[in-house]
Structure formats: structure tokens, C-alpha cells
């Protein structure tokens, strides 16, 4: 996926290098000062999806900074600061998403070495190539493969606290996420093999967990992701699926809603096709990942329910 990002300055590097110099990242920090027999796990999440998450399988045993958290800004146009290279130079552990959508974090992660720091990338977690799709964070297996890893990671650093992690993540999974999996189940259930349309790949993650037919062309997907211009031919492929109503409801980014989308959007309503909208980030910033997704699941939901009683 090509992705639209300016890249580091020296400076940026440089700045992060002095305070690697320096020592700063010298390990986990003692709760109560030095000496003390509980540790807290410094955690820079790259992206606050992935952030929501750690958090809740660290607990109080880890401080997560999520540095992408603007539901308004579009990921893809991130630029890093000085800011964001400190806070990844005095990390314990560094979660990334990889796969070419915050390729800046890997620069940052390269200029500034630490042996005792974890990085983790979901890409490489889950074996996503180049050029996949990289919204993993909308995969429910893949989502299941990283909260396996991170919990790993926490034992690994914190291997006194080691109990106290495999009793969070068998909460998250068990209590946290039981919504989110009777949604997708809900769904499943009720709807398995409806015809579907969405405005890039984001929701191509979730299409086949949900049973749904997704059947805009996976080249309009990937171009309004990378911020490219769809071919002609797409574009009316699109447009003849949304106009014949060969879709029964619409999905697309609202965090991306280019003018090609908002066409599609207009042509959706105007054939009574319910469209329903989600984000790359957390929406609000201050959702959990679990609340976000199934807030979300349950609006697509309903749009099928009213698709199919129209």
C-alpha cells in the first residue's frame, strides 16, 4: 500500500539519539521509586487502536502513549515529531502496525537502538507481505494473534508480574471482547452473504469474519486507501453496483471520504441504499478498542436490518 507521509528530518533523529545517549532507556520503571518489587512497562503504541488494547492487557503494570489519537486527522498524513521520537527512545515496548502505514515509526525505531526495548510490528506478527492489506486492527484473528504477543511481551519484561498479565488477558478476551464477538456472530448469523459495497480496503478485514459479500472491486478499495485516484473502470463498476442496487448497504472511511466517496455516498442514498460510516481510529479517543468496534458493528447491523426489510 502506497501511503502518504512525509519523511524524518535528521533532526527528529537526532534528537531521539541524544536521549538514547543519555540512557535514557534504561528499562521499566519501579512504582513507589527504586527498589520497589512492582514495575511499570513503558509502552508507545504507534496507533491508539493498537494502543486501547495494550493498555488493557498492562493494566497498572504498564504506561501507554498512544501517539496517533486525533479521530479527525488521517493516519496516513501522519508526520513524526520530536516529541514522538523521545517517547519511542525511552520506551519499554514499541507497538507499531507496520506494513507500510506508519513507516516512520520503523525509521524512528532504526535510528535509535536499544537492546532491551521489544518492538513489535503487527505486520510481522501476523505475516502480512508488503503490500497487503494493512488494517489489521479490523481483522478479528488478527487482532487475536497481537493480543497473544503482547501479552508475551508484557511477561517477558515483567516476568514477577507474569500472573498478573495472564489473568488480564484471559479478561479481555473472555469478558471485554464478549459484545464485540455476539455482534460479529449476530451479524453472521442473520445476514451471511449479502451483498455489500465499501469505499476501501479498511473494511475488506472485516467482510469475511462478518459472512458478508463484499463485491466492490478490490482495486477501488486499495487505490482510495493510498489516496490514489480509482481507474475509470472501477469507478463505473462502483457506480453501476450502487445505481442497479446490486448492493444492499454501503460502508465507507469516514476519516477519508474523498470526493469520489461522497459521490458514491449521494448515489447510495438517492437509490435507498443505507450507508453506514467507519473510522481508522478510535472514535472517540477516549473508546476503548472493543467499545469502538462494536459500536460500530452494531450501526452496520442495522443498516442490514434495514436493508433487508425495504
Known sequence: MAVRRIGLVAAVAMVAFGIVAC??????TAVGGSGSGSR????????NFWGS???????PHAKVISIIDNPDADPHDYEATA???????????VVSNGIGYDTWASKLLAANPAPRRIALTVGDVVGARPGA???RWYNPDDVATVVDRLSAAY????PADAAVFDRLKVAFETTALAGYRATIAEIRAKYAGTPVGASESIFAMVAPALGLDLITPPSFLTAISAGADPTAADKATVDAQITGKKIKVYVYNAQNATPDVQTQISQAKAAGIPVTAITETLVPATSTWQAWQTA?????RDAL???AGA
Do not use: F, K, M, Y
Open 23 to 28: 540512557g535514557a532507556a534504561s528499562g521499566t
Open 40 to 47: 511499570v512497562i513503558r509502552v508507545v503504541a504507534v496507533e
Open 53 to 59: 488494547i495494550a493498555a488493557q492487557l498492562g493494566g
Open 83 to 93: 516529541a514522538d521520537a523521545r517517547a519511542i527512545a525511552v520506551a519499554d515496548l
Open 133 to 135: 492489506n494493512p488494517h
Open 155 to 158: 511477561r517477558t519484561l515483567d
Open 296 to 300: 460500530q458493528l452494531q450501526r452496520l
Open 305 to 307: 436490518a434495514q436493508a
